[in-house]
C-alpha cells in the first residue's frame, strides 16, 4: 500500500511541475552570499530594516577541542553585501521571524541549544525568554 501511494505522490508532484511555470524568472540569477556555515543553514528572515538573517546550526557531534559552538544566527546586510556573526552562540536557534514591533523572535532547539523562544529587542539588543 505505501508503494502504491509513493507512486500516486510522485505522480502527482511530477505531473504538477510539468503544468506549472517555473516560479522564478528566466532573468534571475544566482549570488553566492555566505560560505562561512558550520553545518546547517535555516530559518532565514529578512528585519523591516531589510537586513537577512539566518541561523547556522552546529552538532556536537562536530565539536572540537574548544568546545561545543551551540549554533549561530548570522546577519547578511544586502546593501554592503556583508555577512557577519549577530549573536553566538544562537542556542541552536532553528527559526527566525521578526513580530509587528521589529522584533526578533528565535526558536531555539534541542542538543545543548536553549529549548525556548527568545524575543530580542532589536532597538537595544536585550533578550528576553518568551517560553521555556
Known sequence: MK???????VGIISSSFVRGESI??????IDTLFTE?????EGVAVAPNGQVYFSDITFTFQAG??????GHIWKYDPLTGKTG?????????NGIKFDARGDMIVAEGADYGGRR??????????????AG
Not at 37 to 41: A, I
Not at 65 to 70: H, L
Not at 85 to 93: A, D, E, L, T, V
Open 85 to 93: 556573526i549577530f549573536r553566538s552562540p544562537s542556542g541552536m536557534s
Open 65 to 70: 577541542p574548544e568546545g561545543v559552538q551551540a
Open 3 to 9: 508503494r502504491v501511494l509513493g507512486y500516486i505522490f
Open 117 to 130: 523562544i527568545i524575543r530580542t529587542d532589536m532597538q537595544t539588543g536585550k533578550s528576553f525568554i518568551l
Open 37 to 41: 556555515g558550520m553545518v546547517l543553514t
Open 24 to 29: 522564478v524568472p528566466e532573468e534571475a540569477s
